[in-house]
Nanobody, 115 residues
Framework: QVQLVESGGGLVQAGGSLRLSCAAS????????MSWYRQTPGKQRDLVAT???????NYADSVKGRFTISRDNGVNTVYLQMNSLKPEDTAVYYC?????????WGQGTQVTVSS
């Protein structure tokens, strides 16, 4: 079992920045991948960014050049640095860990970007 706890969400003006954190309950070194998703009411949960165990990353087109996923194995935490935020980035952001054959989710953190 893996517990994931997100933090760092909040209210920010357009053009501002936030850094989300996702702390795992155990070492993330062996995780197959860690990702950030986001969801708005009535819509599906969409992938924002992912980092594989080897360090390769992938981003949704809508956030490329603005968001950066990173990790600190020493504190079992994955981050999402979000810059140049736009109102359309408003969503609940979820952390996901893939530990074959299981998938784990955090509880989510709200990000609201005002225009």
């Amino acid at each position: 079992q893996v517990q994931l706890v997100e933090s760092g969400g909040g209210l920010v003006q357009a053009g501002g920045s936030l850094r989300l954190s996702c702390a795992a309950s155990r070492s993330i070194r062996s995780f197959n991948a860690m990702s950030w998703y986001r969801q708005t009411p009535g819509k599906q949960r969409d992938l924002v960014a992912t980092m594989a165990s080897g360090g390769s990353t992938n981003y949704a087109d809508s956030v490329k050049g603005r968001f950066t996923i990173s990790r600190d194995n020493g504190v079992n935490t994955v981050y999402l640095q979000m810059n140049s935020l736009k109102p359309e980035d408003t969503a609940v952001y979820y952390c996901q860990a893939r530990v074959f054959p299981s998938v784990y989710w955090g509880q989510g953190t709200q990000v609201t970007v005002s225009s």
